[in-house]
C-alpha cells in the first residue's frame, strides 16, 4: 500500500507544475492577444540582424558557433518619431534581410513598445495547450490507477436468502466471494 503513495503524490506535484505551466503560457498568450488587438501597424525596415537566442532557448547565441539565430532590428516611424526595435526571439534560418520592409504593430499610447507581425502568434499558445493537455492526461492516469494497492480483498457480494420450511420462513445472508 505505501509503496503507491510516493508516486502518486508525485504524480499530484507534476500535474500541479505542468498545470500551472499552462496556465502562465495561456497568460502570456492572452497578454499578446490583448497587445495585437489594441495595437495599430506600421511598416517597418529592417537595418540589421543581430544574434538572439532562439526561441524556447536561454542560451545566448556564442559568436564562434557557426551558424547561430539572428533576430531582426526594425525602424519604423510613428508621428514623425522614429523608434527601433528588436524581435525577442532569434532564428536560426533567418528570412529577413537588411533593407526588406516588414510590418511592425505597436501601441499608440507607447508607440516603443512595439512587435513583428505574428511574433509568438503561434508558438505560446501551442505551448499552454501542451502543458494544459499534459496535466489532464496525468490526471487521468492517477484517476485510473487509483484503486492499485489498496489493502484487503474486495468486499463480497452480499445475497439475501429465503428459505421456507414447514416450521415457517427463514432469512440469512449468504455470501459469496468473486471469482479471480
Partial sequence: MTWLRFPRVLGLLIAVYLLAMGLLFANFSARNAAFVRGAATTSGTVVALVPRAA?????????????????????????????????????????????????????????????????????????????????????????????????????????EVTRTTDQGTERGRLTTRPTR
Fill in 55 to 159: 526561441a524556447g532557448s536561454t542560451r545566448e547565441p556564442s559568436p564562434t558557433v557557426r551558424s547561430m539565430p539572428l533576430a531582426p532590428t526594425v525602424r519604423y516611424t510613428v508621428a514623425g518619431h522614429t523608434y527601433t526595435y528588436t524581435a525577442a526571439h532569434g532564428r536560426y534560418r533567418q528570412r529577413l534581410r537588411v533593407g526588406d520592409t516588414v510590418a511592425v504593430r505597436y501601441l499608440p499610447a507607447d508607440p516603443g513598445q512595439a512587435r513583428l507581425e505574428g511574433e509568438d502568434r503561434v508558438l505560446i499558445p501551442l505551448l499552454g495547450i501542451a502543458f494544459g493537455l499534459a496535466a489532464l492526461g496525468v490526471l487521468v492516469l492517477l484517476l485510473l490507477t487509483r484503486r492499485l494497492g489498496r489493502a484487503g480483498p474486495r468486499p463480497a457480494a452480499r445475497t
